[in-house]
């Protein structure tokens, strides 16, 4: 059975930090492409950041560019979220989850960003930025 759990998730002040953690079980973790997701009231899940199998890959959007850190620790079967300088426009649920399509895809920035890239979720972690 695939499960991904977040936490992490909090209230901070803008330009406060926070990481978040996703970890994973029934699933070769090491093999799968992973990503963060996020969902703010109203609006549409958006791709975060996505990371390769081996993580030497990465992509984010532009608005997380510089800030955020994605990461993953594939003896661990962990997917990590550092966030930086953070901004009321970051707040939202986020949501970790699951490409385990892998193996029939290269990486890329479009199927990394794409929510229907994605098979398995996590119930998501909500953070809360205050300016």
């Known amino acids: 059975q695939v499960q991904l759990v977040e936490s992490g998730g909090d209230s901070v002040q803008a330009g406060g930090s926070l990481r978040l953690s996703c970890t994973t079980t029934?699933?070769?973790?090491?093999?799968?492409?992973m990503g963060w997701f996020r969902q703010a009231p109203g609006k549409e899940r958006e791709g975060v950041a996505t990371?390769?199998?081996?993580?030497?890959?990465?992509y984010y959007i532009n608005s997380v560019e510089g800030r955020f850190t994605i990461s993953r620790d594939n003896a661990k079967t962990t997917l990590y979220l550092q966030m930086s300088s953070l901004k009321p426009e970051d707040t939202g649920i986020y949501y970790c989850?699951?490409?385990?399509?892998?193996?029939?895809?290269?990486?890329?920035?479009?199927?990394?960003?794409?929510?229907?890239?994605?098979?398995?979720w996590g119930q998501g972690t909500q953070v809360t930025v205050s300016s």
């Open positions: 989850a699951a490409d385990t399509d892998a193996v029939y895809y290269p990486f890329s920035q479009d199927r990394g960003l794409r929510a229907t890239s994605y098979k398995h």
């Open positions: 029934g699933f070769r973790f090491s093999t799968t492409y």
């Open positions: 990371i390769s199998t081996g993580g030497h890959a990465t």
